[in-house]
């Protein structure tokens, strides 16, 4: 999920399960130029909240091929506001009978002009590559931020120094809203990241700085390059295996395919981090 662009149609009803019921608050106002109102909202739980609109301000290629999108959008100045810890998603459709995308948010918490929202969406059938057509201009509907996002508490500092990442495609997007938080700085923090290949692979160009901004070391799995490693959780195996892995000073946070977290979480409860300590956005 939470990777960024993402529709819960068989999980949806296992995160409506752990949402919080009521996230944010917000006072009542309506924009009234543009071809939509903005709603802003009253409530924000599955369910139980009012639609805002959305302006896309930039819509560019997040990677050379595979159809991941870097959107970038306006909303209300409370529904920015109420996005408070990475991890959080949103809902947004493109008409209003359409069903709606999850989509992780990729920017952090307030840094981005006022207002402005950055999502990471992989084209595809339906309201996903509906957004990821949209013009410069364009509005959608969207939701308040939603979901409790990272919940770092579950592994303060003092405890695990060391803090794994872990995500696949466009599960990234949270993830790097999470590193330029800066909500990791301190700790000793190894991303590992699986995609086909580097021409897949969003913000690229970003792994660099990372590194010398939040002292994140980059693991790229790329399963089309040629192995081992093919996956992110054959990755972690080898890691485990060379001793890379202080399982007493080590969380890790998690977002991409099932069938990746899954792996990765029973290998790293094998190798003795606490389950508790595997930390996901929903």
Known sequence: ???AVRRLTAGRSAFARSASPSIARAFATRRASGSRATHVLTTAGWNDFEWGTATVVSNEPAAKEGGLRSVKVSVAQATAEAYGTPGQFVQMRTTEDGKPAFLAIASPPRSEP???????IKSTEGTAGEICAL????????SPPMGGGFDLGKAPIAESPNALLFATGSGISPIRALVKSGAL????????YGTASSSTCAFLEEFDEWKTTHNIAVTHVQSQVGG???YVQDALKEAVADGAVDAKKTCAVLC????????????LTEAGVPKEKCIMNF
Do not use: N
Not at 114 to 120: K, Q, R, T
Not at 259 to 264: I, N, P
């Open 228 to 230: 081992p490693p093919t």
């Open 185 to 192: 700085d301190g700790r000793s923090v190894r991303l590992f």
């Open 114 to 120: 006022s207002g402005i929202l950055e999502l990471l």
């Open 256 to 267: 991409g395919q099932k069938e990746m977290t899954e792996a990765v979480i029973a290998i």
């Open 1 to 3: 999920r939470g990777g």
């Open 135 to 142: 013009k410069e201009g364009a509005t959608v509907d969207v």
